[in-house]
């Protein structure tokens, strides 16, 4: 449970060890196949031209393919992986927004100190002894593992920093609009995939529907309340030049 700056409780499942595990090792299996594809591509391009290039190449395949792997899976499909999603995980910001490039970067480079003093040793003594069952890299990035929810929706976060949205014209000026009031509709916009359904209920009552009163916004009829709000988050940001 976490109480956004918003007032907004935001629920969510930690990851059991069992399930973070077996992902894990699905994902370290997809890396080692990788890694062996790979071997066997260079060994048809490089080996033969220059056998020292292929080492050092290889070498570096093998030394930063798992961190790339992890960094670019987390980072671009938002906080899951090939191994997560076969157990229903997903990595987010602790404070239930989706996680961004820099946590996946941070969390994932520091697997080299989790892994001290052997297999994860550190990893696991961290994640037992957090009530979040945080390991290092986590705390440190601001992370923590989920299990992911299941909603029917299909929203995905907001598209902030590109184009019109097409419902800008439902949401009138926004003069009065303030920067708190952007703040806290872009962050449940951010988190409303990631939360139950009544939370999502409860969310859009306590934020969304004051705002909307107050800018005299006229619900558009058969469309969800996220894509106005997605739409006030859009103009408002291009507005004062925040995104």
């Known amino acids: 449970m976490v109480l956004t700056p918003e007032k907004v409780v935001v629920w969510y499942r930690h990851a059991g060890h069992a399930a973070r595990i077996g992902a894990h090792l699905i994902d370290l299996l997809i ?36 961190f790339a792997y992890f960094i670019v899976c987390e980072g671009a499909f938002q906080g899951v992986t090939l191994g997560k999603r076969a157990f229903r995980l997903r990595v987010m910001q602790v404070d239930g927004t989706p996680i961004n490039w ?25 994640m037992f002894l957090n009530e979040r ?4 890299g986590d ?30 014209y439902s949401v009138g000026e926004l003069g009065s609009m303030t920067l708190a009031e952007y703040q806290a509709i872009k962050k449940l916009c951010d988190r ?10 409860r969310s859009l009552a306590q934020i969304w529907e004051p705002f909307r009163e107050k800018q005299s916004i006229s619900p558009v009829p058969n469309v969800h309340p996220i894509y106005q709000m997605e739409a006030v988050v859009m103009k408002f940001g291009r507005m004062k030049k925040l995104v």
């Open 102 to 126: 820099r946590s996946a970067f941070l969390r994932n480079v520091l697997r080299v100190a989790d892994m001290l003093p052997g297999f994860y040793g550190v990893g696991f003594v961290t």
């Open 139 to 168: 705390i440190i990035s601001g992370t923590v593992v989920v299990v992911d929810s299941e909603l029917p929706q299909g929203f995905a976060p907001a598209p902030h920093r590109v184009g019109v949205h097409p419902l800008e």
């Open 133 to 136: 069952s945080q390991r290092l």
């Open 192 to 201: 409303f995939p990631y939360l139950p359904v009544d939370e999502q209920r």
């Open 31 to 66: 890396v080692l196949l990788a890694n062996i594809a790979i071997g066997l591509i260079l060994s048809f391009t490089l080996a033969a031209l220059s056998p020292g290039l292929y080492t050092l190449v290889l070498g570096l395949v093998i030394a930063f393919g798992i």
